[in-house]
């Protein structure tokens, strides 16, 4: 049994010096590498085939993917935003989401970033309480309040511009340019269609909104 182990591992020891042709290569290398091969061979299929459920293993796999990488990414702003103690959570999106504006109500705001007005609102009463943002009737509707970035917002924007810069560098891997414009274009498609359904149909069931598709 350890001579058979011992044959696996020389096997992948040339897998991996065969992929990679740097230099000085470590274990930290060959331990990502191995990492790589078992993160493939975890797609949604194995659990279909498992449970004999009937699915579209790509559809699932994108699914997968696309909720993984919001988590990554995450977690990269969470880094980067780590000398901005009033942008936590996803305050930051907000805040710099309102600088394309002069102003908007609530609910706008709410709506530009795809969430549910609960959590929306109470991401704005941060932002005011932190003076990253200020609050005034609107002159129009007297019914809404508006709301517009503070000096101090368009300073805290100024200054975390630079870390959300190289995070969002991170955050593309190693694509190369025009795999990022591929990836961009793919995103606003898919990203037009989702605001769609927000806009227009948040309220139905998800066979309402598989007509969709």
């Not at 011992?6 to 470590?26: C, G, P, R, Y």
């Not at 790509?58 to 699914?63: D, M, R, S």
């Not at 300073?155 to 340019?177: H, P, Q, W, Y």
Request: aromatic share 8%; net charge neutral.
């Amino acid at each position: 049994m350890e001579i058979d182990l011992a044959i696996d591992v020389l096997n992948e020891v040339k897998a991996f010096q065969s992929k990679n042709h740097k230099s000085n290569l470590s274990i930290e290398d060959f331990r990502n590498f191995l990492n790589e091969k078992a993160y493939e061979k975890e797609t949604p299929k194995r659990l279909t085939d498992k449970y004999n459920i009937v699915a579209n293993d790509v559809e699932n796999e994108i699914a997968k993917q696309t909720i993984l990488l919001n988590r990554y990414a995450k977690l990269l702003m969470k880094k980067a935003l780590h000398d901005f103690p009033d942008l936590v959570n996803e305050d930051f999106t907000y805040l710099f989401r309102l600088m394309d504006f002069d102003s908007l109500t609530k609910t706008q705001l709410v709506e530009k970033n795809g969430h549910e007005k609960q959590t929306g609102i109470e991401i704005i009463k941060r932002l005011v309480k932190n003076n990253l943002i200020e609050e005034f009737p609107d002159l129009e509707d007297k019914r809404s309040v508006r709301i517009s970035v503070t000096a101090k917002g368009k300073a805290i924007f100024a200054e975390s511009m630079d870390k959300i810069t190289l995070a969002s560098k991170i955050i593309c891997g190693d694509f190369d340019i025009k795999e990022k414009e591929t990836f961009l274009n793919l995103l606003k498609k898919l990203n037009l269609f989702h605001h769609t359904l927000y806009s227009t149909m948040r309220n139905e069931n998800i066979h309402e909104l598989e007509k969709m598709v």
